[in-house]
């Protein structure tokens, strides 16, 4: 079955507010992993000092089908109202990510190509021609 779930952005205080929703929503946290746990990957500058506990990814299930997911930006980046979250779409195969993503990206802007990842998902994000943030992913 595919999947829409909300994905939201923070600026350093994800975990902060992760921890606000689950006291409220109740539940527990499906995954909570930070920017220096990552491994080391081409093309990729390292890591600072400053982000390295800041939260990579984080997910909260809702429901059997729906969980709110976060994660903090880099130093640097600004995140402000209306473009601090993302749709995401766990898609059922290889070739739906693909069809969604296409679909999504044209006459938008690519900001990840789909490929496969290190946390062994085929994944990629792009904002559509609309200004909407789109995250599609394919667990395998």
Not at 90 to 95: D, F, I
Request: glycine share 10%.
């Amino acid at each position: 079955m595919t999947t829409v779930n909300v994905y939201l952005n923070f600026n350093g205080n994800c975990k902060e507010a992760f921890d606000f929703y689950r006291s409220i929503l109740g539940g527990e946290f499906g995954y909570v992993g930070t920017f220096g746990e990552m491994p080391p990957q081409e093309g990729m500058l390292d890591v600072s000092e400053n982000d390295k506990n800041k939260i990579m990814h984080i997910s909260l299930p809702i429901s059997n089908e729906t969980s709110i997911m976060g994660s903090d930006t880099f130093e640097g980046q600004e995140i402000t109202k209306g473009n601090n979250f993302s749709i995401s779409i766990n898609a059922e195969s290889k070739e739906d990510a693909d069809r969604f993503f296409n679909g999504l990206s044209q006459d938008g802007e690519v900001t990840m190509p789909m490929e496969k990842t290190f946390w062994a998902a085929y994944f990629g994000m792009c904002t559509d021609k609309f200004g909407i943030n789109w995250m599609v992913n394919f667990d395998e």
